[in-house]
C-alpha cells in the first residue's frame, strides 16, 4: 500500500482555506456591485470613481479575485480587470438569484452556525431558525431544484390529472406557478405561514397571470381551517424537516383526511445519498452538512429516515408509497403514496 505524500495532504488544506475564502471573495464581488462593473473592462480608478470604495483595499480585492480566477486582468498597461470563470458565469444562469442566495446562506448562516458547532455539541442551548433573512434565503434557494422536481412530479401516477392542489409550505409559489401552467383546468391554494414569503408567492402568480385559478393563505397549516377530502394532490416540498418528528403523524392524518380517495399526497426531501454520481457532484458532501445544520437548531429537524417515512406513510393509510429520486444518486427524491381508491375503500369494499 503506498502512503498519500505529505505535500499531497497540504495541498489539500490549502485547497481547503481557499475554497472558503474563494466563497467570501464572490460574496464581496456581488455585495459591492464590483462583479456589474467588471462586465467590461475596468481600471482601480475608473471603479474607484463613483463609489467609496477604498482604493488600497479595492486593489487587494482585485488581485485575490484574479488569484481565484473570478476575474482576470485583460490589460497589463492600466491594469484593467474583467469578470470571468466562475463569477460570470454565476451572474449570467438562469439559476443565479438562487445561487447568490446559498452563497449567502452558506456564509451569514452556515458560517456562524458552525463556529458556535463545538458547543452546540457539547449540548448548548440551539438557536432558533426563522429570521426574516433566513426564511427569505430557505425559500430562494429551494427554487434550485424546481424544474427538475416538476418533471419528476410529472412522473408520479397520478399527478398529471389531478386538479385540486394544496401546496403546505409553498415559499415562493414556484410549484403552484409550475402545475397550474401546465394543467389549465387546476386549481392550487398554498399555505405559507411566512407573510413576507407569502407575499412574494402571491406577486409570482400575478405575474403568470395565475390569479383567478390560485389562492394564498398565510399561516400554519396544522392550525389552518381545511375542507376535507377536497384536494387530488397534496405537497410538502423541502419542508418536512420544519415539522417535529413527535407530530409526524398528526401531520400525516391531517393531509390523509385533506385528499380525495385516490389522492396524492408527494413530500419533497433531500437525502444523504453516498452514491458515486452523488459524491462526484459534492451532493453528498452538501446535504450531509444541511442535515447538521437542521438538526442544530431548536425548531428545526433532521432529513428523514426513508425506511421511517415509508412506515409512517403507510401507517397513516397511504398505499403505492413509492419513490421518485430527481437529483444524481438520488440526493433529492419525492417519497409519495396514494389514499385508498373509492371503489376499495370503506366496508362496502
Ligand atoms: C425551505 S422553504 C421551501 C419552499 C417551497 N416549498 C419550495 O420547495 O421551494 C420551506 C417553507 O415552508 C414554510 N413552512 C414551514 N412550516 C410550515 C407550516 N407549518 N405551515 C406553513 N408553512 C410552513 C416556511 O415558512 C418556508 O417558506
Redesign the pocket.
Known amino acids: 500500500m503506498t502512503r498519500t505524500p505529505s505535500k499531497w495532504w497540504e495541498r489539500t488544506l490549502f485547497q481547503t482555506l481557499a475554497s472558503f475564502s474563494r466563497a467570501h471573495l464572490l460574496r464581496i464581488g456581488i455585495r459591492t456591485n464590483l462583479f456589474e462593473a467588471l462586465r467590461q473592462p475596468k481600471t482601480v480608478n475608473q471603479l474607484t470613481q463613483d463609489s467609496q470604495l477604498a482604493p488600497d483595499l479595492l486593489q487587494a480585492w482585485l488581485r485575490a479575485a484574479a488569484s481565484h480566477g473570478l476575474i482576470r486582468m485583460v490589460r497589463e498597461r492600466d491594469r484593467a480587470y474583467q469578470i470571468d470563470g466562475l463569477a460570470k458565469w454565476l451572474l449570467e444562469t438562469p439559476d443565479s438569484r438562487s445561487l447568490i442566495a446559498l452563497i449567502e446562506e452558506t456564509i451569514e448562516g452556515y458560517g456562524p452556525l458552525l463556529e458556535r458547532m463545538p458547543d452546540l455539541i457539547k449540548e448548548d442551548a440551539r438557536p432558533e431558525f426563522g429570521s426574516p433573512a433566513e426564511?427569505r434565503r430557505?425559500?430562494e434557494?429551494?427554487?434550485l431544484v424546481?424544474r427538475q422536481a416538476l418533471s419528476a412530479l410529472g412522473r408520479i401516477p397520478g399527478v398529471r390529472g389531478a386538479r385540486r392542489l394544496l401546496?403546505?409550505?409553498?415559499?415562493?409559489g414556484?410549484?403552484l406557478v409550475g402545475l397550474l401552467s401546465r394543467y389549465r383546468d387546476a386549481h392550487g391554494v398554498g399555505?405559507?405561514?411566512?407573510s413576507e414569503?407569502a407575499e412574494i408567492a402571491l406577486r409570482n402568480l400575478q405575474a403568470a397571470d395565475l390569479s383567478r385559478r390560485s389562492e394564498i393563505r398565510v399561516?400554519?397549516?396544522?392550525s389552518m381551517d381545511l375542507a376535507a377530502g377536497f384536494y387530488d394532490l397534496i405537497l410538502l416540498?423541502?419542508?418536512l424537516h420544519?415539522?417535529a418528528p413527535s407530530i409526524r403523524s398528526a401531520l400525516f392524518d391531517r393531509i390523509f383526511s385533506r385528499l380525495v380517495p385516490g389522492g396524492i399526497f408527494a413530500i419533497?426531501t433531500a437525502v444523504v445519498s453516498d452514491r458515486a454520481a452523488a459524491r462526484l457532484m459534492g451532493y453528498s458532501a452538501n446535504t450531509a452538512v444541511f442535515d447538521l445544520y437542521l438538526r442544530a437548531h431548536d425548531n428545526l429537524y433532521g432529513l428523514p429516515d426513508l425506511g421511517e417515512l415509508h412506515a409512517s406513510l403507510l401507517a397513516a393509510g397511504f398505499e403505492a408509497v413509492a419513490e421518485t429520486a430527481f437529483l444524481p444518486g438520488g440526493s433529492a427524491r419525492y417519497v409519495w403514496g396514494r389514499t385508498p381508491r373509492e371503489d376499495l375503500a370503506g366496508p362496502h369494499a
Do not use: L
Open positions: 426564511s430557505a425559500a434557494i429551494s427554487q424546481e401546496d403546505v409550505g409553498c415559499g415562493y414556484g410549484y399555505i405559507e405561514q411566512d414569503v399561516g400554519e397549516f396544522m416540498n423541502n419542508n420544519y415539522f419533497q
